[in-house]
């Protein structure tokens, strides 16, 4: 059975794109089920180029990514959750919807590299090291049995993965 993960950065543009990216991007080369999503409470309606570079620089298929708002995972035909995970500090502040399924819930905070000085260049090494950051993590949280664990275990076992 698929594990769906969704992740939350408020305007659905760089750092949640970068995680759906190499959440989906390792699951397939580890040859696991597990589907990463990303949205918005705010989505800008773009995503930012810089994260898309950052991608396809890394192999990472983009086609059909967009910024969406987290409404299109709170209706009856959405897949249903098993986490979601906020990556900036006002999305995990903000009063999420309700999530059937009760999802066990996660924030992975990383600086915005939008906002990152130097220029275009600066910006391009401020996305490449965030996706590196998020890479990294979205590897051990696929080492993770998550068929064996209750929401308590995997609870525990990501707020571990955060502490690395």
Not at 10 to 27: I, Q
Not at 69 to 92: H, K, L, N, Q, Y
Request: glycine letters at 10%; proline letters at 6%; hydrophobic letters at 40%.
């Amino acid at each position: 059975m698929t594990t769906h993960v969704l992740i939350l950065c408020t305007h659905n543009s760089a750092r949640s794109v970068l995680s759906e990216g190499m959440l989906n991007h390792w699951a397939k080369v580890l040859g696991k089920d597990v589907r990463a999503h990303s949205a918005g409470s705010a989505p800008s309606g773009r995503i930012n180029p810089f994260a898309l570079e950052a991608l396809g620089n890394a192999g990472v298929d983009t086609a059909g990514y967009r910024s969406k708002s987290w409404d299109e995972f709170t209706g009856p035909d959405a897949p249903g959750m098993r986490i979601v995970i906020t990556v900036c500090d006002s999305a995990a502040a903000e009063t999420c919807p309700y999530w059937p399924g009760s999802p066990v819930k996660m924030h992975w905070g990383y600086p915005d590299p939008s906002n990152a000085a130097g220029g275009d260049e600066g910006k391009r090494v401020a996305f490449e090291l965030t996706r590196q950051a998020v890479g990294y993590r979205m590897l051990q949280l696929l080492s993770l049995p998550f068929d064996s664990m209750n929401n308590a275990e995997l609870q525990r076992a990501l707020e571990d993965i955060s502490k690395n």
